[in-house]
């Protein structure tokens, strides 16, 4: 027992130093380049030119705090948007009989794999009040455009339905494994569907609901390709316009205001941090997944299948399908022009052909596949690990942790970028320039999001479980394997999937810290559509969608076994 | 990686050879033959900078040339590779051989001694005033900054801009945009509109001044993707764009043309070479081949559109694409690089960047 606990005692220690050091180090950079002057090529731990005045300029500013209001608007709302495709999505494809729902995954996946900014500009073509193809005819009839492209409706409504796919994943993997027991208590003592849920399902899944929406919160408090691209153009400025503004458009590039500014995000981030550890403090209290008949009973829709599949339908036009569309159709043009008579006309596979023939693409491609599956796969073991730690363990310092995990949220890729950059070239190591640094840096970035899904899904498993195998003698490594990873494997599924688009799209890591022969596909498109080959990105994007889709079916469908392999 | 000691070696050969009095077309294949044996050692070249990726892909007369040196690259804005070669310089460990940058990037560069000097027979053929006295870098081509852009959809022939005041004129009220990358401009204009030397900031001001009292649009994502909103109808009139998005769409058949008249901003591309490069040779053939007749004519007729320097040098087909819209080096405000390091200045820059972004209603 004591040897037992020994080990504990070690491999936590281990993975929370091995995690800091990584962690640790982009926040120190930040830290104290936010109290430097520093210039383009400046970047790094000394501590000269320290002055106060990147502060003074940030949060002097009368602006800062309209533009920190239209933050929370715009978090919460996309927030809101988001909780509520999402949640309903998760529960009609895993708690329902609609049918084809297994296709439903896929569908609510294309938001989350096209591009920010192929995505933002798609809906600029839907929605812009000149050439929207959505507000073109609208206008026609009404007068007026149906929802302004440079509005913050219009912002909200397009990053809630990017986020939508996250929230689908994390609450779809409870839900997935959800003892019914308790439901059919409530159903057995006369309580109506409605009320069984509203009494029964939605308070045990408040944990996972609460951590989704923390998330989804500090996710649209982060966004900035959607504000920069609908909102700036407006005069809507939003918190993190103006850290990207320091970063990006300001010549030099003003790294010490950036960091200020992130400094809030910090704060933010650790105070959204304390609230889900408050309404984790009883986790008992939410474990809904037991020793027994884990796999929740299918509610038949009946009559209602109507409702469902045109809530379905709404989302899979107007969310995925119609931004989709666009980028097809950029995709067969030389350059985009609106759907018309005349431009049917010039629709080709130039653009498809043109993609398929660049140099690079294939070793792009080689190198995305094996930084998606190492980074995804790295961080979803990690934060197992690290969760059990958390959730399973009475070891002082565990919130540490947790506080670990959660920090990167607060980093923009960049800093971790660079940080990393200093850091490997700080020692001798043959990691530097190679595919590997960028897996690293992306498993610190994304801890945050991998944490959410273990931790969610760890939290609702009942002791009872590791109790029952600990008393038959399994020790760690066993009941690891024989009891959590099954136990686990939709969320796990879940969390790689997204992970694995997430690395797939997230370029600011990889701009930073690829060498020559490290390229990946999110700079590649980058560069191209940078270029202005508008054609050709979205040509790349479609296969991107594509591609993916077609992964996350098959992955989806092996996750559920051969059962559910069939049912295709 | 060389020694510093052969790497010195090599460097006093080449200017050597460059100074001496016998120089000449005869003389320079003993300078090229040493860089191409120490090149064929090293193997490979390391090219960091805007538009690495088209650089690597389109030009093929370098591989045809050296076909023992592989040409990789890393594409990044500029002060992603001032970054990069910062961190790696001082950490002993420089990965980037050359880097291509715009001129007034490249002076942190200079700050940090980062940068070998570099001495090539075709700069002689390169007007003088182009060419920086330190040696320090090398100014390639000339990158005009057109007026503006328009849809031919969009401004009927007789409605397009033929000066300034025409961009403000009520009958554009939000339907210009400007790009958020351009933030240097009111210093640029401020130069075009000079009295006798100094800048004229009033006129400048007061132009952008007009520019947001007509609701112009400060758009974002980059320079290069306005040009296919005005291609796609949403904006009429773009202003300071990038000649080589404007050209490809062109060349595509989009409905887009160049806007210039008297007296256009004549930025520089610069080529550098650092002092602790890990294939000097290879990169020393990479600028030369880049600012020789075939290089110049190649990176101008296939990578990018803009204007070649090299007197020796036709201009390729981007470029006269470039000419035949009235972006020429005549019509350009040619200045010395110290000029322009001289009167841009950071806080000149600073003071355009932040009447830029207040004016059109950033901060």
Same mark, same amino acid.
């Given at each position: 027992?004591?040897?037992?606990?020994?080990?504990?005692?070690?491999?936590?220690?281990?993975?929370?130093?091995?995690?800091?050091?990584?962690?640790?180090?982009?926040?120190?950079?930040?830290?104290?380049?936010?109290?430097?002057?520093?210039?383009?090529?400046?970047?790094?731990?000394?501590?000269?030119?320290?002055?106060?005045?990147?502060?003074?300029?940030?949060?002097?500013?009368? !602006?800062?705090?309209?533009?920190?209001?239209?933050?929370?608007?715009?978090?919460? @709302?996309?927030?809101?948007?988001a909780?509520?495709f999402g949640?309903?999505l998760?529960?009609?494809?895993?708690?329902?009989?609609?049918?084809?729902?297994?296709?439903?995954p896929?569908l609510v996946m294309i938001p989350l794999i096209?591009?920010?900014?192929?995505?933002?500009?798609?809906?600029?073509?839907?929605?812009?009040?000149?050439?929207?193809?959505?507000?073109?005819?609208?206008?026609?009839?009404?007068?007026?455009?149906?929802?302004?492209?440079?509005?913050?409706?219009?912002?909200?409504?397009?990053?809630?339905i990017s986020m939508s796919p996250l929230t689908f994943l994390l609450?779809?993997?409870?839900?997935?494994?959800?003892?019914?027991?308790?439901?059919?208590?409530?159903?057995?003592?006369?309580?109506?569907?409605?009320?069984?849920?509203?009494?029964?399902?939605?308070?045990?899944?408040?944990?996972?609901?609460?951590?989704?929406?923390?998330?989804?919160?500090?996710?649209?408090?982060?966004?900035?390709?959607?504000?920069?691209?609908?909102?700036?153009?407006?005069?809507?400025?939003?918190?993190?316009?103006?850290?990207?503004?320091?970063?990006?458009?300001?010549?030099?590039?003003?790294?010490?205001?950036?960091?200020?500014?992130?400094?809030?995000?910090?704060?933010?981030?650790? @105070?959204?941090?304390?609230?889900?550890?408050?309404?984790?403090?009883?986790?008992?209290?939410?474990?809904?997944?037991?020793?027994?008949?884990?796999?929740?009973?299918?509610?038949?829709?009946?009559?209602?299948?109507?409702? *469902?599949?045109?809530?379905?339908?709404?989302? *899979?036009?107007?969310g995925a399908?119609?931004?989709?569309?666009?980028?097809?159709?950029?995709?067969?043009?030389?350059?985009?022009?609106?759907?018309?008579?005349?431009?049917?006309? !010039?629709?080709?596979?130039?653009?498809?052909?043109?993609?398929?023939?660049?140099?690079?693409?294939?070793?792009?491609? !080689?190198?995305?596949?094996?930084?998606?599956?190492?980074?995804?796969?790295?961080?979803?073991?990690?934060?197992?690990?690290?969760?059990?730690?958390?959730?399973?363990?009475?070891?002082?310092?565990? !919130?540490?942790?947790?506080?670990?995990?959660?920090?990167?949220?607060?980093?923009? @890729?960049?800093?971790?970028?660079?940080?990393?950059?200093?850091?490997?070239? #700080?020692?001798?190591?043959?990691?530097?320039?190679?595919?590997?640094?960028?897996?690293?840096?992306?498993?610190?970035?994304?801890?945050?999001? @991998?944490?959410?899904?273990?931790?969610?899904?760890?939290?609702?498993?009942?002791?009872?479980?590791?109790?029952?195998?600990?008393?038959?003698?399994?020790?760690?490594?066993?009941?690891?394997?024989?009891?959590?990873?099954?136990?686990?494997?939709?969320?796990?599924?879940?969390?790689?999937l997204f992970?694995?688009i997430?690395?797939?799209?997230?370029? #600011?890591?990889?701009?930073?810290?690829?060498?020559?022969?490290?390229?990946?596909?999110?700079?590649?498109?980058?560069?191209?559509?940078?270029?202005?080959?508008?054609?050709?990105?979205?040509?790349?994007?479609?296969?991107?969608?594509?591609?993916?889709?077609?992964?996350t079916?098959?992955?989806?469908?092996?996750?559920?076994?051969?059962?559910?392999?069939?049912?295709? | 990686?060389?020694?510093?000691?052969?790497?010195?070696?090599?460097?006093?050969?080449?200017?050597?050879?460059?100074?001496?009095?016998? &120089?000449?077309?005869?003389?320079?294949?003993?300078?090229?033959?040493?860089?191409?044996?120490?090149?064929?050692?090293?193997?490979?070249?390391?090219?960091?900078?805007?538009?690495?990726?088209?650089?690597?892909?389109?030009?093929? $007369?370098?591989?045809?040339?050296?076909?023992?040196?592989?040409?990789?690259?890393?594409?990044?804005?500029?002060?992603?590779?001032?970054?990069?070669?910062?961190?790696?310089?001082?950490?002993?460990?420089?990965?980037?051989?050359?880097?291509?940058?715009?001129?007034?990037?490249?002076?942190?560069?200079?700050?940090?001694?980062?940068?070998?000097?570099?001495?090539?027979?075709?700069?002689?053929?390169?007007? %003088?005033?182009?060419?920086?006295?330190?040696?320090?870098?090398?100014? $390639?081509?000339?990158?005009?900054?057109?007026? $503006?852009?328009?849809?031919?959809?969009?401004?009927?022939?007789?409605?397009?801009?033929?000066?300034?005041?025409?961009?403000?004129?009520?009958?554009?009220?939000?339907?210009?945009?400007?790009?958020?990358?351009?933030?240097?401009?009111? %210093?640029?204009?401020?130069?075009?509109?000079?009295?006798?030397?100094?800048?004229?900031?009033?006129?400048?001001?007061? &132009?952008?001044?007009?520019?947001?009292?007509?609701?112009?649009?400060?758009?974002?994502?980059?320079?290069?993707?306005?040009?296919?909103?005005?291609?796609?109808?949403?904006?009429?009139? &773009?202003?300071?764009?990038?000649?080589?998005?404007?050209?490809?769409?062109?060349?595509?058949?989009?409905?887009?043309?160049?806007?210039?008249?008297?007296?256009?901003?004549?930025?520089?591309?610069?080529?550098?070479?650092?002092?602790?490069?890990?294939?000097? %040779?290879?990169?020393?053939?990479?600028?030369?081949?880049?600012?020789?007749?075939?290089?110049? &004519?190649?990176?101008?007729?296939?990578?990018?559109?803009?204007?070649?320097?090299?007197?020796?040098?036709?201009?390729?087909?981007?470029?006269?694409?470039?000419? $035949?819209?009235?972006?020429?080096?005549?019509?350009?405000?040619?200045?010395?690089?110290?000029?322009?390091?001289?009167?841009?200045?950071?806080?000149?820059?600073?003071?355009?960047?932040?009447?830029?972004?207040?004016?059109?209603?950033?901060?």
């Amino acid at each position: 027992m004591v040897a037992e606990l020994n080990l504990r005692l070690i491999g936590f220690w281990t993975l929370t130093l091995a995690l800091g050091i990584f962690v640790a180090t982009p926040l120190a950079l930040l830290i104290v380049n936010s109290f430097r002057t520093v210039s383009v090529g400046d970047l790094g731990f000394q501590l000269t030119h320290l002055t106060l005045l990147n502060y003074v300029e940030a949060y002097s500013n009368p !602006k800062t705090f309209g533009m920190f209001l239209n933050s929370l608007w715009f978090a919460l @709302g996309s927030m809101g948007v988001a909780m509520v495709f999402g949640c309903s999505l998760a529960f009609l494809c895993e708690r329902t009989d609609l049918r084809f729902r297994q296709f439903i995954p896929a569908l609510v996946m294309i938001p989350l794999i096209m591009p920010g900014v192929v995505k933002g500009i798609a809906w600029i073509f839907l929605l812009s009040p000149r050439i929207g193809v959505l507000n073109q005819p609208w206008i026609a009839l009404f007068g007026r455009p149906l929802l302004d492209a440079q509005s913050i409706p219009a912002m909200v409504w397009v990053e809630g339905i990017s986020m939508s796919p996250l929230t689908f994943l994390l609450i779809g993997s409870i839900i997935q494994r959800m003892d019914p027991a308790l439901e059919e208590a409530g159903a057995g003592s006369g309580a109506p569907k409605w009320k069984v849920l509203s009494r029964v399902t939605l308070p045990l899944l408040m944990p996972a609901l609460a951590g989704v929406a923390l998330l989804l919160f500090i996710r649209g408090i982060e966004a900035f390709e959607i504000p920069m691209l609908m909102g700036a153009n407006a005069g809507i400025f939003v918190f993190s316009t103006n850290i990207y503004h320091a970063l990006r458009d300001a010549s030099p590039p003003e790294y010490g205001l950036a960091f200020a500014y992130c400094m809030t995000l910090i704060l933010l981030t650790v @105070g959204a941090l304390w609230l889900y550890q408050r309404q984790l403090r009883r986790t008992e209290r939410y474990t809904v997944v037991m020793g027994k008949g884990y796999r929740p009973r299918l509610i038949h829709l009946g009559r209602w299948s109507w409702l *469902g599949w045109g809530f379905l339908g709404f989302y *899979g036009v107007v969310g995925a399908l119609l931004p989709f569309f666009i980028l097809l159709w950029a995709s067969v043009l030389p350059y985009y022009e609106p759907p018309s008579w005349e431009a049917l006309a !010039k629709v080709s596979l130039d653009n498809y052909v043109t993609v398929l023939r660049m140099d690079d693409l294939w070793d792009a491609a !080689k190198n995305t596949i094996i930084l998606g599956l190492a980074s995804s796969v790295g961080t979803m073991f990690l934060t197992v690990l690290a969760s059990w730690f958390i959730f399973r363990t009475y070891l002082g310092w565990r !919130k540490l942790l947790d506080f670990v995990l959660f920090l990167p949220y607060a980093f923009p @890729g960049m800093i971790v970028g660079v940080a990393f950059m200093i850091l490997f070239l #700080s020692f001798k190591n043959p990691l530097y320039n190679t595919i590997w640094i960028i897996v690293l840096a992306h498993v610190v970035n994304f801890l945050p999001i @991998g944490s959410r899904f273990t931790h969610a899904a760890i939290v609702q498993v009942h002791k009872e479980l590791e109790e029952a195998a600990s008393a038959s003698g399994a020790g760690f490594w066993r009941t690891l394997r024989h009891v959590w990873v099954p136990l686990l494997t939709p969320a796990l599924t879940n969390g790689t999937l997204f992970l694995l688009i997430l690395s797939f799209k997230v370029m #600011s890591v990889a701009a930073l810290l690829q060498g020559p022969d490290s390229m990946v596909l999110s700079v590649y498109l980058w560069n191209i559509w940078g270029g202005g080959e508008a054609g050709l990105a979205s040509a790349l994007s479609v296969l991107l969608v594509i591609t993916l889709g077609f992964f996350t079916i098959v992955s989806r469908s092996l996750a559920r076994g051969p059962a559910a392999a069939r049912e295709f | 990686m060389r020694s510093n000691k052969s790497r010195f070696r090599l460097f006093l050969l080449s200017l050597a050879i460059c100074f001496s009095p016998q &120089f000449s077309w005869a003389a320079a294949p003993s300078l090229r033959d040493q860089m191409i044996a120490q090149a064929k050692k090293e193997g490979e070249v390391v090219f960091m900078g805007d538009l690495a990726t088209e650089l690597k892909t389109l030009l093929k $007369g370098f591989s045809k040339k050296y076909p023992f040196v592989q040409l990789k690259a890393i594409d990044a804005r500029s002060e992603e590779t001032i970054n990069r070669i910062a961190a790696e310089a001082k950490a002993g460990r420089l990965s980037i051989d050359v880097s291509g940058m715009s001129m007034e990037d490249v002076e942190p560069l200079m700050k940090g001694n980062f940068l070998a000097k570099f001495e090539s027979f075709h700069l002689a053929d390169f007007p %003088a005033k182009t060419q920086p006295r330190s040696g320090l870098y090398v100014v $390639g081509q000339l990158d005009p900054i057109p007026h $503006g852009v328009y849809s031919t959809k969009l401004v009927q022939p007789n409605e397009v801009p033929k000066s300034w005041d025409d961009f403000v004129n009520p009958k554009w009220k939000g339907k210009v945009i400007v790009s958020r990358s351009r933030n240097e401009l009111p %210093a640029k204009l401020a130069w075009l509109l000079r009295k006798g030397n100094d800048l004229n900031w009033d006129a400048s001001f007061e &132009f952008f001044r007009k520019l947001k009292q007509n609701d112009v649009v400060l758009g974002g994502a980059g320079i290069n993707t306005h040009v296919s909103r005005l291609a796609a109808g949403e904006f009429p009139l &773009f202003l300071f764009p990038a000649s080589g998005s404007v050209l490809r769409l062109q060349n595509k058949g989009a409905p887009v043309k160049l806007i210039t008249f008297p007296n256009l901003f004549g930025d520089y591309e610069v080529w550098t070479v650092f002092k602790d490069s890990a294939h000097p %040779a290879a990169g020393w053939l990479l600028v030369d081949y880049l600012i020789s007749p075939e290089g110049q &004519f190649e990176y101008t007729d296939t990578v990018n559109a803009v204007l070649p320097l090299n007197k020796k040098a036709s201009p390729g087909k981007l470029a006269q694409a470039l000419n $035949g819209q009235g972006v020429t080096p005549e019509n350009s405000d040619l200045m010395e690089p110290e000029q322009i390091l001289k009167i841009f200045t950071e806080e000149v820059l600073k003071k355009a960047q932040d009447f830029y972004f207040s004016t059109l209603g950033y901060k």
